[in-house]
């Protein structure tokens, strides 16, 4: 079974000593959003958990804790991008990001680490130049402690717009010149760039875009085949 923890919420960021003891507890109870009644528990144990999946844009609360996670397998993705608090006010620096994702890989293994470069949006301070740029520098500081980078363009829905109303679409050449930089970037620095729900044409660039949490990815990460 794989536990996947980063679809509702950050919880190694926000929520590490919560997941650290439901793992010493052996169980974690759920509830459905869309029927508050409707309570699923899961079991824990490394004996039914064969890998854990994490998606944080800051790992650091984890990682005196990761002997605690040893017995499980693991696949993290870690997000940094290059806004500042103007976009994400409640985000680390990405040099203390970047160092954490450094110290992650080092603990659990290369292939156990993927960047994400997303959401990817475009404005006067963000622009096609600075996004090259900054992917280029941070890829160059995390050559050698991922295979993988994950992109994807900001998608406007009604929350987005509400709380961000002067973010535009990323137009189509916009992404085809992006992804064609990122992707001989990513050669450079031994990087495989795959897309995130992005549409196929990226593929003519040189992006994967078989699919970002695929059974593939978690089983190199654990160097073997899933049960079924």
Known sequence: MIIQTGLRTDIPAFYAQWFLNRLREGYVLVRNPYHPSRVTRYELSPQVVDLIGFCT???????????VLRPYG????????????????????????LEA??????????DSVGWRYDPILISRTYSLEHHVAEFEAMA?????????????????????????PEAREVERLEQIHLAKAF???????????????????????????????????YEKALHGTLRA
């Open 57 to 67: 844009k800051d790992p650091t609360p984890m990682l005196p804790h990761l002997d």
């Open 101 to 110: 994702f450094r110290t992650l890989s080092r603990q659990v293994g290369v």
């Open 140 to 164: 160059k500081a995390l050559f050698g402690y991922t295979k993988t980078c994950v992109i994807s363009f900001i998608d406007l829905y009604q929350k987005v717009r509400r709380n961000f």
């Open 183 to 217: 992707v001989e970037i990513g050669r450079t620095y031994g990087m495989t760039v795959k897309a995130c729900a992005e549409r196929e044409e990226l593929s003519a660039c040189g992006v994967d875009c078989s699919g970002c949490m695929t059974i593939e990815t």
């Open 74 to 97: 693991q696949y993290w993705f870690v997000t940094i991008t290059p806004y500042g608090r103007d976009i994400e006010p409640n985000v680390p620096p990405k040099e203390t990001v």
